[in-house]
T-cell receptor, first 114, second 116 residues
Framework: NAGVTQTPKFQVLKTGQSMTLQCAQDMNHEYMSWYRQDPGMGLRLIHYSVGAGITDQGEVPNGYNVSRSTTEDFPLRLLSAAPSQTSVYFC?????????????FGPGTRLTVL | AQSVTQLDSHVSVSEGTPVLLRCNYS??????LFWYVQHPNKGLQLLLK??????LVKGINGFEAEFKKSETSFHLTKPSAHMSDAAEYFCVVRDYYGGSQGNLIFGKGTKLSVKP
Protein backbone atom coordinates (compact mmCIF):
# COMPACT_ATOMS: atom_id res chain seq x y z
CA ASN A 1 0.00 0.00 0.00
CA ALA A 2 1.93 3.02 -1.30
CA GLY A 3 -0.71 5.63 -0.35
CA VAL A 4 -0.57 8.77 -2.49
CA THR A 5 2.36 9.04 -4.88
CA GLN A 6 3.44 12.04 -6.94
CA THR A 7 5.93 12.39 -9.77
CA PRO A 8 8.20 14.13 -10.40
CA LYS A 9 9.59 15.37 -7.06
CA PHE A 10 11.26 18.38 -8.67
CA GLN A 11 10.78 20.11 -12.02
CA VAL A 12 12.17 23.21 -13.70
CA LEU A 13 10.28 24.64 -16.66
CA LYS A 14 10.71 27.61 -18.94
CA THR A 15 7.87 30.08 -19.40
CA GLY A 16 5.40 28.77 -21.95
CA GLN A 17 6.27 25.11 -21.60
CA SER A 18 3.59 22.59 -20.69
CA MET A 19 3.83 19.60 -18.40
CA THR A 20 1.79 17.12 -16.41
CA LEU A 21 2.17 16.43 -12.71
CA GLN A 22 1.22 12.87 -11.94
CA CYS A 23 -0.75 11.71 -8.89
CA ALA A 24 -1.86 8.19 -8.06
CA GLN A 25 -3.45 6.53 -5.04
CA ASP A 26 -4.00 2.87 -4.23
CA MET A 27 -6.58 3.25 -1.45
CA ASN A 28 -9.66 3.21 -3.71
CA HIS A 29 -10.54 6.74 -2.64
CA GLU A 30 -13.29 8.48 -4.58
CA TYR A 31 -12.18 12.02 -3.72
CA MET A 32 -8.91 13.48 -5.01
CA SER A 33 -7.62 17.02 -5.07
CA TRP A 34 -4.69 19.25 -6.00
CA TYR A 35 -3.32 22.06 -3.85
CA ARG A 36 -0.55 24.54 -4.27
CA GLN A 37 1.50 25.82 -1.36
CA ASP A 38 3.11 29.23 -1.40
CA PRO A 39 4.99 30.86 1.51
CA GLY A 40 2.62 32.53 3.97
CA MET A 41 -0.46 31.41 2.02
CA GLY A 42 -1.16 27.95 3.39
CA LEU A 43 -2.49 25.46 0.85
CA ARG A 44 -4.98 26.56 -1.77
CA LEU A 45 -7.23 24.23 -3.70
CA ILE A 46 -6.70 24.12 -7.47
CA HIS A 47 -9.05 21.37 -8.70
CA TYR A 48 -10.80 18.41 -7.18
CA SER A 49 -12.67 15.29 -8.22
CA VAL A 50 -15.39 13.34 -6.42
CA GLY A 51 -15.07 10.31 -8.69
CA ALA A 52 -13.97 9.08 -12.08
CA GLY A 53 -15.25 11.39 -14.81
CA ILE A 54 -16.17 14.19 -12.37
CA THR A 55 -13.95 17.22 -11.76
CA ASP A 56 -14.52 20.75 -10.54
CA GLN A 57 -12.60 23.94 -9.88
CA GLY A 58 -11.23 25.03 -6.57
CA GLU A 59 -10.01 28.41 -5.39
CA VAL A 60 -7.15 28.93 -7.88
CA PRO A 61 -7.89 26.95 -11.09
CA ASN A 62 -6.58 29.34 -13.77
CA GLY A 63 -3.75 27.93 -15.87
CA TYR A 64 -4.38 24.34 -14.79
CA ASN A 65 -6.33 21.48 -16.28
CA VAL A 66 -7.37 18.12 -14.81
CA SER A 67 -9.13 14.95 -15.83
CA ARG A 68 -10.08 11.80 -13.95
CA SER A 69 -10.41 8.76 -16.18
CA THR A 70 -9.74 6.21 -13.42
CA THR A 71 -10.27 6.09 -9.67
CA GLU A 72 -6.52 5.78 -9.10
CA ASP A 73 -5.08 8.65 -11.15
CA PHE A 74 -5.60 12.40 -11.10
CA PRO A 75 -3.03 14.25 -13.26
CA LEU A 76 -2.62 18.02 -13.18
CA ARG A 77 -1.68 19.75 -16.45
CA LEU A 78 0.00 23.10 -16.79
CA LEU A 79 -0.95 24.31 -20.25
CA SER A 80 1.54 27.18 -20.61
CA ALA A 81 3.73 27.60 -17.56
CA ALA A 82 4.18 31.04 -16.01
CA PRO A 83 6.56 32.20 -13.25
CA SER A 84 3.50 32.73 -11.01
CA GLN A 85 3.04 28.96 -11.04
CA THR A 86 6.31 28.42 -9.22
CA SER A 87 5.12 26.58 -6.13
CA VAL A 88 4.96 23.27 -4.30
CA TYR A 89 2.09 21.12 -5.47
CA PHE A 90 0.36 18.54 -3.30
CA CYS A 91 -2.08 15.88 -4.34
CA UNK A 92 -4.48 14.43 -1.75
CA UNK A 93 -7.15 11.75 -1.60
CA UNK A 94 -9.87 10.67 0.80
CA UNK A 95 -13.17 8.89 1.16
CA UNK A 96 -15.84 11.21 -0.18
CA UNK A 97 -17.87 11.89 2.89
CA UNK A 98 -18.66 10.97 6.46
CA UNK A 99 -16.93 11.52 9.76
CA UNK A 100 -14.26 8.96 8.93
CA UNK A 101 -12.84 11.70 6.79
CA UNK A 102 -9.12 12.24 6.43
CA UNK A 103 -7.23 13.52 3.43
CA UNK A 104 -3.98 11.71 2.74
CA PHE A 105 -1.33 13.85 1.11
CA GLY A 106 1.39 12.94 -1.32
CA PRO A 107 5.00 14.07 -0.79
CA GLY A 108 4.69 17.04 -3.14
CA THR A 109 6.22 18.29 -6.38
CA ARG A 110 8.43 21.37 -6.26
CA LEU A 111 8.01 23.30 -9.50
CA THR A 112 10.10 26.24 -10.64
CA VAL A 113 9.13 28.23 -13.73
CA LEU A 114 11.88 30.44 -15.15
CA ALA B 1 -18.54 30.21 3.99
CA GLN B 2 -16.08 28.39 6.19
CA SER B 3 -12.71 29.88 7.10
CA VAL B 4 -9.94 29.54 9.63
CA THR B 5 -7.55 32.15 11.00
CA GLN B 6 -4.26 31.19 12.59
CA LEU B 7 -3.43 34.00 14.93
CA ASP B 8 0.36 33.64 14.90
CA SER B 9 2.55 33.16 11.87
CA HIS B 10 5.52 32.17 14.03
CA VAL B 11 5.80 30.78 17.56
CA SER B 12 9.08 30.14 19.35
CA VAL B 13 9.35 28.04 22.53
CA SER B 14 12.11 26.41 24.52
CA GLU B 15 12.41 22.65 24.68
CA GLY B 16 10.37 21.29 27.59
CA THR B 17 7.98 24.26 27.76
CA PRO B 18 4.30 24.21 26.69
CA VAL B 19 3.18 24.83 23.13
CA LEU B 20 0.07 26.83 22.21
CA LEU B 21 -0.86 27.38 18.56
CA ARG B 22 -4.02 29.42 18.15
CA CYS B 23 -6.78 28.95 15.59
CA ASN B 24 -10.18 30.60 15.23
CA TYR B 25 -12.77 29.31 12.80
CA SER B 26 -15.84 30.66 11.07
CA UNK B 27 -18.58 28.26 10.05
CA UNK B 28 -22.34 28.30 9.53
CA UNK B 29 -22.52 24.63 10.44
CA UNK B 30 -21.05 22.48 13.15
CA UNK B 31 -17.57 22.32 11.70
CA UNK B 32 -15.14 19.50 11.06
CA LEU B 33 -11.73 20.81 12.10
CA PHE B 34 -8.25 19.42 11.67
CA TRP B 35 -4.66 20.16 12.51
CA TYR B 36 -1.99 19.08 10.05
CA VAL B 37 1.78 19.24 10.52
CA GLN B 38 4.43 19.69 7.85
CA HIS B 39 8.07 19.07 8.67
CA PRO B 40 10.65 20.84 6.50
CA ASN B 41 10.57 19.64 2.90
CA LYS B 42 8.00 16.98 3.73
CA GLY B 43 4.35 16.32 2.99
CA LEU B 44 1.46 16.92 5.38
CA GLN B 45 0.50 14.63 8.21
CA LEU B 46 -2.77 14.66 10.14
CA LEU B 47 -2.23 15.45 13.82
CA LEU B 48 -5.84 15.29 14.99
CA LYS B 49 -9.42 15.94 13.96
CA UNK B 50 -12.65 17.16 15.51
CA UNK B 51 -15.92 15.89 14.04
CA UNK B 52 -18.55 16.80 16.71
CA UNK B 53 -17.73 14.05 19.18
CA UNK B 54 -15.64 14.89 22.29
CA UNK B 55 -14.60 18.54 22.44
CA LEU B 56 -11.11 17.65 23.68
CA VAL B 57 -9.34 15.82 20.91
CA LYS B 58 -6.10 13.92 21.42
CA GLY B 59 -3.73 13.49 18.54
CA ILE B 60 -0.38 12.00 17.78
CA ASN B 61 2.93 12.92 19.44
CA GLY B 62 1.26 14.28 22.60
CA PHE B 63 -0.70 17.06 20.90
CA GLU B 64 -4.29 17.85 21.73
CA ALA B 65 -6.85 20.49 20.78
CA GLU B 66 -10.02 21.74 22.40
CA PHE B 67 -13.07 22.76 20.42
CA LYS B 68 -14.73 25.78 22.03
CA LYS B 69 -17.92 26.77 20.26
CA SER B 70 -18.49 29.87 22.40
CA GLU B 71 -15.08 31.20 21.41
CA THR B 72 -15.05 29.71 17.87
CA SER B 73 -11.59 28.41 18.64
CA PHE B 74 -9.64 25.20 18.10
CA HIS B 75 -6.26 25.82 19.69
CA LEU B 76 -3.51 23.20 19.53
CA THR B 77 -1.49 22.47 22.67
CA LYS B 78 1.28 20.24 23.93
CA PRO B 79 2.51 20.20 27.52
CA SER B 80 6.20 19.90 26.73
CA ALA B 81 7.87 20.78 23.44
CA HIS B 82 10.46 18.55 21.84
CA MET B 83 13.04 19.54 19.26
CA SER B 84 11.32 17.24 16.77
CA ASP B 85 8.14 19.35 17.03
CA ALA B 86 9.76 22.14 15.00
CA ALA B 87 7.58 22.30 11.89
CA GLU B 88 4.77 24.24 10.28
CA TYR B 89 1.26 23.61 11.58
CA PHE B 90 -1.96 24.17 9.68
CA CYS B 91 -5.44 24.58 11.08
CA VAL B 92 -8.01 23.33 8.59
CA VAL B 93 -11.80 23.35 8.27
CA ARG B 94 -13.86 21.15 6.00
CA ASP B 95 -16.09 22.89 3.48
CA TYR B 96 -19.74 21.92 3.54
CA TYR B 97 -21.34 23.62 0.57
CA GLY B 98 -22.86 21.77 -2.36
CA GLY B 99 -20.50 19.93 -4.66
CA SER B 100 -17.46 21.11 -2.75
CA GLN B 101 -18.27 18.98 0.27
CA GLY B 102 -15.05 17.42 1.37
CA ASN B 103 -12.79 20.26 0.30
CA LEU B 104 -10.40 21.46 2.96
CA ILE B 105 -9.82 25.13 3.70
CA PHE B 106 -6.38 25.81 5.16
CA GLY B 107 -5.16 28.52 7.45
CA LYS B 108 -1.96 30.29 6.47
CA GLY B 109 0.12 28.21 8.86
CA THR B 110 2.11 28.72 12.06
CA LYS B 111 5.79 27.97 12.05
CA LEU B 112 6.91 26.49 15.36
CA SER B 113 10.54 26.90 16.39
CA VAL B 114 11.93 24.97 19.38
CA LYS B 115 15.06 26.27 21.09
CA PRO B 116 17.35 23.91 22.96
Amino acid sequence: NAGVTQTPKFQVLKTGQSMTLQCAQDMNHEYMSWYRQDPGMGLRLIHYSVGAGITDQGEVPNGYNVSRSTTEDFPLRLLSAAPSQTSVYFCASSYASGNMYEQFFGPGTRLTVL
Amino acid sequence: AQSVTQLDSHVSVSEGTPVLLRCNYSSSYSPSLFWYVQHPNKGLQLLLKYTSAATLVKGINGFEAEFKKSETSFHLTKPSAHMSDAAEYFCVVRDYYGGSQGNLIFGKGTKLSVKP
